[in-house]
Structure formats: structure tokens, C-alpha cells
């Protein structure tokens, strides 16, 4: 059963700007919901930081009655604490998403930061080799067509267009990981929680190309 804690004229709200931060109001449309044990942990928590909620009890959510047969927020014991009413259900599945949670967290590697350091200048040293590799492939195709007046004869261009989509797809396969490793070095130099690790490295990820010139829809229209 769901409860609001009132004084006969306030109640407690959840402030909606900052989770967490409490207040108090005359409009019990607002009231935060409570069952009997979260308004218990809550009060005994309140003590200092919300000591206005001292004189404060609980009513029924629907009806706004004071509950029957309730132990006081102040009674210490734990008699009747999770009968009736005051009982509370879970679903098992949570247990396995923890044990699995955690278990995925074990397994991690856990790089520090002279390891994610170490990843990061071999991959950068080989994205620098593929990008020379690339200005070489263009130069060279130009300086044939400045020495000969004219491009490579088909076949040629295709074995170089092939040669050129390796080059390119290398560069872009290692690209990626550099940028995990970058946030992995950020997560670690700026405490990031796993929550904010997953989701700066979800944002890195390779997303689907949008062409920014009228060549892009070319070639598309070129291979069909």
C-alpha cells in the first residue's frame, strides 16, 4: 500500500528539479508515495537535513486516513513489518541481472592507465602509417596522369581501387578502437561511473554515413 507522510496541512514532496532533495506543500496532488518502510528509512535519515519533517505521519495515498492498526514511523521494533499490507514482492530476475551484472564486471581486463596509454600509441602509430599510405596511393595515380597525360588504363585502376579500399578500411578499423581507448582514458583520469563509461563509449561508436556532396548520391547511383 502507498502512503504520504502530512503534518494535517503539508506534505512531502520530492523536489522535481532535484531527485533526491525533499520539500514540503500544501497540495497533496504532489505528495511523494511511500510504502510504511521507505517512510520509516526516510524519517529516520531526515533527522538533521529535513528536521521540519519531525511532526510528520502517514495517511493512506488514496484516502488520505490515517492507517489502521499501523505501528507509529517512530515505533523501534520491527513487529508486523512486512504483514499484511506492509509486505513487499520482488521479482527474482533482478537476483540473476546483479549476479550477471557483476560477474561481466570481473571479467573485465581492467586496463589501467599505462596499459590504455600503450594501446593508444600503437594504434596511433599504425592509423599514421595507413594515413601516408593513402596520400601515396593519390600521388602516385596523379604523378602517372601528369607523366602520361592520361589516367591508368581500367584494370589498372581497378587493382589500385582495391588496393585503396584495404588501405581505407584498415584505417577505419583501427580508428574505432582509438576512440574507446580515448574515453577509456578519460573515464579513468575523470571518475567516470560505469553508467557514464557506457554511455561515452556508445556515443563513439561508428554510426551510418551521411554524404555531404552531391558525389556521394553519384556514386551511390553509379553501383545502384
Not at 132 to 139: G, K, M, N, P, S
Amino acid at each position: 500500500m502507498d502512503y504520504v507522510l502530512t503534518n494535517g496541512k503539508d506534505y512531502v514532496i520530492e523536489n522535481p528539479q532535484k531527485p533526491g532533495e525533499y520539500l514540503h506543500t500544501t497540495y497533496s496532488v504532489n505528495a511523494k508515495k511511500f510504502t510504511y518502510q521507505s517512510a520509516r528509512a526516510f524519517k529516520n535519515r531526515a533527522r538533521e537535513k529535513y528536521s521540519w519533517v519531525k511532526d510528520y505521519y502517514l495517511v493512506e495515498a488514496e484516502s488520505y486516513e490515517v492507517p489502521k492498526n499501523q505501528h507509529s514511523l517512530n515505533y523501534k521494533g520491527n513487529a508486523d513489518v512486512y504483514i499484511g499490507s506492509n509486505d513487499i514482492e520482488f521479482d527474482e530476475k533482478i537476483l540473476d541481472q546483479i549476479y550477471e551484472e557483476a560477474h561481466n564486471i570481473i571479467g573485465l581486463a581492467g586496463w589501467d592507465m599505462n596499459q590504455l596509454n600503450t594501446y593508444y600509441n600503437i594504434l596511433n602509430s599504425a592509423l599514421s602509417k595507413y594515413d601516408c599510405a593513402e596520400t601515396d596511393i593519390v600521388h602516385a595515380l596523379q604523378g602517372y596522369k601528369e607523366k602520361h597525360g592520361k589516367k591508368p588504363q581500367a584494370h589498372k585502376m581497378a587493382k589500385i581501387g582495391y588496393l585503396l579500399e584495404d588501405v581505407r578500411g584498415k584505417h577505419k578499423r583501427i580508428k574505432q578502437p582509438i576512440r574507446y581507448v580515448q574515453v577509456m582514458q578519460d573515464a579513468l583520469s575523470k571518475n567516470y561511473s560505469i553508467g557514464k563509461l557506457k554511455e561515452e563509449l556508445s556515443k563513439v561508436t561508428n554510426v551510418g554515413y551521411r554524404g555531404r556532396t552531391e558525389y556521394y548520391k553519384a556514386v551511390l547511383n553509379i553501383l545502384g
